[in-house]
């Protein structure tokens, strides 16, 4: 059974922390993804990564940083935490390759609730 | 750039159909997915869709027009564990890729309420 893995369902931090949120995969997927999903604005890519070490933009990429040292392994790092980041982030992964998935669909981790006071 | 629109929200009765409405704008086209996000679960794959057509999988099918930037997404004898918000994420041809495949833009999902 195919799996995504996230580090914490629910983690509170304080204003100003470094907060890390570790994601796995283990279907050797080449693509790895982060999103944020908020009420009434669905889900919404802050960045994702197509290979090792390598790492892309998507919408909302502010007060974000990611980090890609193994292929299983996508970490996403808020580097001064602020109250509105308070949300649900998601992990997914695919494969950019036919064959190895049909569709290429992402699969998500279950996510992390994170709550900054 | 994207534009997808759904409904916020629709109910529905138990044992009925519902049919689940998308439609987006693209500079491209290159795929259309269905999730399903049960309240504080991940996001699960339901279907896709490239061609025009219908696409019947069980309960659910999903059709698409891409001439009229339509999708949707019909779920048939509704069960209470249907409740749930159902995703329309867009795959566009647009500069924004990952390895060999684009990456999908999502819409802000429906949230389906089946009630006795």
């Known amino acids: 059974d195919v799996k995504v893995t996230q580090s914490s369902r629910y983690l509170v931090k304080r204003t100003g922390e470094k907060v890390f949120l570790e994601c796995v995969q283990d279907m050797d997927h080449e693509n790895m993804f982060w999103y944020r999903q908020d009420p009434g604005l669905g889900l919404r890519l802050i960045y994702f990564s197509y290979d090792v070490k390598m790492k892309e933009k998507g919408d909302i990429p502010e007060g974000y940083s990611v980090s890609r040292e193994k292929k299983e392994r996508f970490s996403l790092i808020l580097e001064s935490a602020s109250t509105n980041q308070t949300s649900m982030y998601l992990c997914?992964?695919?494969?950019?390759?036919?064959?190895?998935?049909?569709?290429?669909?992402?699969?998500f981790g279950p996510g992390t609730r994170l709550t900054v006071l | 750039g994207q534009n997808i629109d759904q409904p916020t929200e629709m109910t529905a009765t138990e044992g009925a159909i519902v049919q689940i409405n998308c439609t987006y704008q693209t500079s491209g086209f290159n795929g259309l997915f269905w999730y399903q996000q049960h309240a504080g679960e991940a996001p699960t794959f339901l279907s896709y869709?490239?061609?025009?057509g219908l696409e019947e999988k069980g309960r659910f099918s999903s059709f698409l027009s891409r001439s009229k930037g339509y999708s949707y997404l019909l779920l048939k004898e509704l069960q209470m564990k249907d409740s749930a918000s159902y995703l329309c994420?867009?795959?566009?041809?647009?500069?924004?890729?990952?390895?060999?495949?684009?990456?999908?833009?999502f819409g802000r999902g429906t949230s389906l309420i089946v009630h006795p």
């Open positions: 997914a992964s695919s494969s950019p390759y036919l064959g190895t998935s049909e569709y290429n669909e992402q699969f």
């Open positions: 869709n490239v061609l025009d």
């Open positions: 994420a867009v795959r566009d041809e647009g500069p924004r890729r990952s390895g060999g495949s684009y990456i999908p833009t």
